[in-house]
């Protein structure tokens, strides 16, 4: 059912707060994007929440994968490779985009093999590999949110390392999550503390660190909520 009318209500109340307004008809369209908006935003969170075994290719897969396994710190490590590829902006029917992560993560195998505990262990190593396959990285794709990012070995790398050493300053990417923050921390407060935490990862500011919560999050591996506008 259509909640445009409850939307839009909501809108005009929050603009007249501001001293602004909008004539009716633009109130309506604005209603109705945000609506469209919302109905994405739910099917996201259905496609996340889940394996889907049918795509063996899609980190989405391996997170959960790791997670069904026990192993968080691998299950992040999948999420932050996925929030860096933008894979919550690749479009289906693009499927570089969609497994560029998984491809990454696998070397280009079938198989998962830049695992936290190989990277975080010997990140030189990781570094050296993306040299040995530059010419390969070329064949990667980015979601949208992602789309200007480099496919050079040294940004990859980079990226990478910065994962690494924020991850490690809080004892591991499943205490990144948690450590420092108080267990009677609302869901919203929490989103507040890790936004601004996972702003500090090289080259993923606002956008990317807002995706990157909310994929944790839908994936299960975090309880927040968003706080507010971002």
């Known amino acids: 059912a259509s909640h445009q009318p409850e939307l839009r209500g909501k809108l005009e109340q929050a603009l007249r707060g501001q001293g602004a307004g909008l004539s009716s008809k633009r109130a309506e369209l604005l209603a109705a994007e945000f609506e469209s908006s919302l ?24 997170i959960h994968r790791a997670k069904a396994a026990g192993d968080r710190d691998e299950a992040v490590w999948r999420t932050f490779l996925a929030a860096h590829f ?3 902006t690749a479009k289906a029917d693009v499927p570089v985009r969609v ?3 998984a491809r990454l993560h696998c070397a280009f195998g079938e198989t998962p093999h830049w ?6 262990s010997d990140v030189r190593a990781l570094d050296s590999w993306l040299k040995e396959h530059a010419e390969d990285l070329k064949d990667l794709g980015f979601g949208d949110h992602r789309k ?5 070995p040294s940004n990859l790398g980079s990226v990478t390392r910065s994962f690494v050493d924020l991850a490690r300053e809080f004892g591991g990417p499943a205490g990144l999550l948690s450590a420092g ?4 921390a609302t869901p919203q407060d929490r989103f507040g503390v890790l936004y601004a935490r996972l702003m500090r990862l090289e080259r993923f500011r606002r956008l990317a660190s807002f995706d990157f919560l909310l994929l944790l999050a839908d994936a299960g591996l ?7 506008c971002h």
């Open 39 to 62: 109905d994405k935003r739910r099917e996201q969170r259905r496609d996340w929440s889940h394996a889907d075994d049918s795509k063996p290719g899609d980190i989405i897969s391996l």
């Open 148 to 152: 200007f990012e480099s496919k050079k």
């Open 181 to 184: 923050i108080p267990q009677a």
């Open 86 to 88: 933008g894979r919550t």
């Open 115 to 120: 695992t936290w505990r190989r990277v975080s």
């Open 222 to 228: 975090v309880d927040a909520e968003v706080d507010g």
């Open 99 to 101: 497994e560029s992560a």
